[in-house]
């Protein structure tokens, strides 16, 4: 059972509520939007934050606000370890400017063993957290379980994404990004082999995290039958904003919305 | 000033007229679909057909239909050099079962030199023929030119394509795909790199006559500051639904419609 820390109006037709979860020892802190009065199941989307972002970072706020109008989906968010509302402000100044220099290219990409060995224990925390909190809000009344859940996450979103989608088999559909397979990340590797559900995989041709080749291997080791990769030109934080338009029908299509169900597009693509 | 050699419903609300083009000593058959009762200028999109293919073949003739009804779209389609109407029923169906067993690999992709420099004749070719096509309908008052016309070809629709968009600055944006960059095609790709309008690429990983490294080649290749490649697995003839639904999504953003002007997207991808 949920308590509630706050609920307020978001934005007109908009609810956020906040929340807590423990798991692990470890209290996670969660958001979720709905449409305002919202009654009854619909589709949920899971959002993923990046490195050095936090459950209402400004995209996933965009997102949730407009798929809570438009779609009258419920989005969640929660902070991923060592993010967020888990660390002090100053904790995540010193992060936002290391992640900041690091995706810029500014600083060196920084993949050291070390480095992976400490994503590698976030994943592995991470993983529970979402599993926990998707447990928590199925329960809601509001939100319902009808069998349409959607994840979506790029960067850190996806180093998390993949093993968590890989091991719900709840979810329906992903987004995942501006990420690649680094040749030995064998866990890695063998969790997107086993993802089966259609995906979204958009990547920047000029990341400075994630390199051209690692990004096709990510896409090829997808196990789904339906993937799809966007590559655009520019860096880490350029992604388009036409792809934010192409997640949303991404979404509708295999979801539907609260108010319809999912429907297959007819063949116009026919060459 | 074009005499139609016919006009005819093509189905409920579009307009099919038929025309021939005198260029070069050569007749270019000609097909053009409007909105029933269409006046004035609006949106024209441009098709290029595929090896084998002709001016109103299943793919074209789909998406003419659907552009001419929901979005009061012209589309104008020229039969290529040694296609369509300019080759017995014989000929193309040679053509047919030849250039099926090589999309499909049941033949080798065959591009040998006598091949490439065939190709290279067909495209000199029709780049004339498609600025006498475009030149002859932006004439008539019910397409009209108010700078709003798009391409649409892959595979030879791109081979053609591509030399004929960097020619023509009247094209304000383009879909190509199903095609790369060979080593050694400095014409081609000196014509991709003078491309600087917004382009659509698609691609397929599995493509028996386009291998991925041309066709990573051929996108890097475009000059266009907003370039996208949507990569899907499979072959030359497996273009998923859903790309349509995309180009379709791609001319209204960059194009409007006949009711409409082109409109940029809200920053939704932030992330």
Request: include cysteine.
């Amino acid at each position: 059972m949920i308590q509630f820390t706050q609920e307020r109006q978001d934005e007109p037709g908009v609810t956020r509520r906040l929340f807590e979860l423990s798991v692990g020892g470890e209290t996670v802190p969660a958001a979720l939007w709905t449409p305002e009065g919202a009654k009854g199941p619909r589709p949920l989307i899971l959002m993923g934050h990046g490195g050095s972002q936090h459950k209402k970072t400004a995209g996933i706020v965009a997102r949730a606000r407009i798929y809570a109008k438009k779609f009258g989906y419920a989005t969640l968010a929660i902070d991923a370890p060592g993010h967020g509302d888990r660390i002090s402000r100053e904790q995540a100044e010193a992060m936002a400017r290391d992640v900041g220099a690091r995706v810029t290219g500014q600083a060196p990409a920084g993949f050291t063993p070390e480095r992976l060995k400490q994503m590698a224990q976030r994943t592995a925390q991470a993983v529970p957290e979402w599993k926990a909190a998707l447990d928590a809000v199925l329960s809601l009344d509001f939100v319902g379980d009808d069998g349409r859940i959607g994840y979506w996450g790029v960067s850190m979103g996806t180093a998390i994404g993949v093993p968590f989608v890989a091991q719900e088999p709840r979810i329906k559909c992903a987004v995942f990004g501006l990420a690649g397979l680094r040749p030995g990340a064998a866990e890695f590797e063998a969790a997107a082999r086993s993802i089966t559900i259609p995906v979204e995989f958009v990547f920047q041709w000029d990341d400075a995290v994630a390199p051209r080749e690692h990004g096709i291997a990510l896409f090829e080791a997808f196990g789904s039958a339906e993937k799809t990769m966007h590559i655009n030109p520019g860096g880490h934080m350029g992604i388009p904003p036409f792809e934010g338009a192409s997640w949303e029908r991404f979404y509708v299509r295999h979801l539907g919305t609260a108010e319809t169900a999912a429907k297959a597009l007819e063949p116009m693509a026919t060459v």
